[in-house]
Nanobody, 123 residues
């Protein structure tokens, strides 16, 4: 059974930083991708960042480029999202997800999801 568990969310002031973690178990795909998504109240879930299983290629939404960094530690089976220069519009529930066959920022392509962690950025 595949499980993804996020942690690291919280409340910060604008300009602050947070690092999200996603611990994965039961997932053995050597190809495909893992990603971070977010959903604010009343809005659709959007892709934030994604990383190939090999780690050699990453994708970022334009809204977070230069501020967020996705990475993964295969030994620890953990994916991270370092978020710097946070803005109030980054406030959302953040989810990690896994796609065994492809890569990108489309939520529909991902098969496995965590339960989410809340990030709140105040101005």
């Amino acid at each position: 059974q595949v499980q993804l568990v996020e942690s690291g969310g919280g409340s910060v002031q604008a300009g602050g930083s947070l690092r999200l973690s996603c611990v994965v178990s039961g997932y053995t795909a050597s190809s495909g991708c893992m990603g971070w998504f977010r959903q604010a109240p009343g809005k659709e879930r959007e892709g934030v960042a994604a990383i190939f299983s090999s780690g050699y290629r990453t994708y970022y939404a334009d809204s977070v480029k230069g501020r967020f960094t996705i990475s993964k530690d295969n030994a620890k089976v953990t994916m991270y999202l370092q978020m710097n220069s946070l803005k109030p519009e980054d406030t959302a529930t953040y989810y990690c997800a896994a796609n065994p066959w492809g890569c990108g920022l489309g939520a529909r392509d991902y098969n496995y999801w965590g339960q989410g962690t809340q990030v709140t950025v105040s101005s």
